[in-house]
């Protein structure tokens, strides 16, 4: 469910915005597959310059918002606005956009000069601007020693790299990349998102980029719009999507949670679980029957404890944002230590301590998590498993 805040940023003035170059202004945007809604009266303002990324799951809708504003595909209903003209009626190559895609589609008989100047030779570019902005485009992405080379003698974060000044070659005011690191390995990719936002930084291009990768998200976007069922359930920049997530969904999606699910209690301002009574630090679940409590693994401290682990979890008698398990699984992360403890047949929680702060337990030990009010987000239960977002509680 969109906030209302949020339905306020989607709908932000486009004055002195929508008329910019590079702004995308999207209006009441609908989109069908036969009986299935794809986009549903999906409205953003997306500003020139702007790094902003759509962040969901399978089927959320995201990549059918970016081929909508690429032009692959038409809206049902509503408008979508680029550099201050609608392009409702404009076929892709007339709009003033290039997108990059996870298949390279690099042609491999071709050099990569020849494959950054294709576009310009469509369009019947003089020769001798053709040379100067292919070499212009091959100095943005670091690339002007492979010229020559063949696709294929180039490795993937090579070929992406290509790919890109093949879209920057055209100078377009927005720049349009439909999960463009997800061939590559995960530090590669890693590389390749610190390469994106600084070259994004220098050009001050407009980037729209689709992931399903919340670490690419959070490491590159100056907002996020996270979609659930083809609309907008929350748009913020990273910080706000991480620390106050709008809904179960987000907090669920967005890293990982530790969820305590059960009745409301003290008032709105509690969940009373199988496992834990779980406090927060005001009563923002006021007249709701039954709720979810979440806390982030990073927010919990672990420790061993003197009690049996078995069947002590209930949060009859048990001090307040406590919770008694046993511990099943210990990970190393580097910097990090990682924590799987049992509370019971149906929930276990994940636990992360520094290294050097990491205590010193083994598997089979009786532990006891606990954490702070201010640790703990209070949401409304949440059932649905729309576009296979949610992430329910974990279980051993």
């Known amino acids: 469910m969109t906030t209302a805040t949020d339905a306020h940023a989607t709908r ?14 999207i209006e009441g945007v609908t989109k069908r597959y036969g009986d299935q809604v794809a986009v549903d009266d999906l409205s953003l303002v997306i500003e020139p310059g702007e790094f902003i990324s759509f962040l969901g799951p399978s089927g959320c809708g995201k990549t059918t918002t970016l ?31 290039n997108t990059v895609f996870q298949a390279y589609a690099l042609f491999p008989h071709m050099s990569v000069a020849e494959n950054v100047a294709y576009g310009l030779q469509q369009r019947r570019t003089p020769k001798s601007e053709v040379r100067e902005r292919v070499s212009q485009a091959l100095d943005m992405v670091q690339m002007r020693s492979f010229a020559d080379r063949k696709p294929t003698q180039l490795s993937g974060g090579q070929q992406q790299r290509i790919a890109l000044a093949r879209a920057l070659v055209n100078r377009p005011a927005v720049l349009l990349l439909d999960e463009p690191l997800g061939a590559l390995d995960r530090q590669l990719r890693e590389e390749m998102q610190l390469e994106l936002k600084l070259l994004q930084s220098r050009l001050g291009i407009t980037f729209v980029f689709v992931t399903h990768d919340q670490g690419e998200a959070l490491s590159m976007s100056d907002r996020i719009a996270i979609m659930r069922a ?43 679980s199988t496992h834990a009574h779980v406090r927060g630090t005001d009563a923002r679940l006021s007249g709701v029957a039954q709720g ?101 509680p974990p279980t051993a």
């Not at 932000?12 to 202004?25: A, I, L, P, Q, Y």
């Open 12 to 25: 932000r003035s486009t004055t002195g915005v929508g008329e910019s170059r590079g702004s995308v202004v």
């Open 67 to 97: 081929r909508m504003i690429a032009g692959f595909e038409h809206p049902d209903a509503g408008d979508i606005v680029i550099s201050g003209q609608s392009v409702l009626s404009a076929p892709p190559y007339r709009r003033d956009v």
């Open 230 to 272: 083809g609309r907008i359930e929350q748009l913020a920049d990273a910080d706000t999507v991480y620390a106050r997530p709008a809904s179960a969904y987000v907090a669920a999606f967005v890293g990982q949670q530790n969820f305590f699910t059960g009745d409301v209690a003290e008032g709105g301002a509690a969940v009373a």
């Open 292 to 392: 979810e409590a979440a806390v982030r693994p990073e927010n919990m401290r672990i420790d061993a404890s003197t009690g049996s682990a078995t069947g002590s979890g209930s949060a009859t008698g048990d001090a307040v944002n406590t919770a008694r398990g046993e511990l099943i699984g210990i990970s190393h992360l580097g910097d990090t230590m990682q924590y799987l403890v049992r509370l019971g047949d149906d929930q276990s929680l994940i636990v992360r301590r520094p290294t050097p702060d990491a205590p010193a337990l083994r598997v089979g030990d009786a532990v006891v998590c606990s954490w702070s009010a201010s640790s703990v987000l209070l949401f409304p239960r949440d059932d649905s498993a729309e576009a296979g977002g949610y992430i329910a």
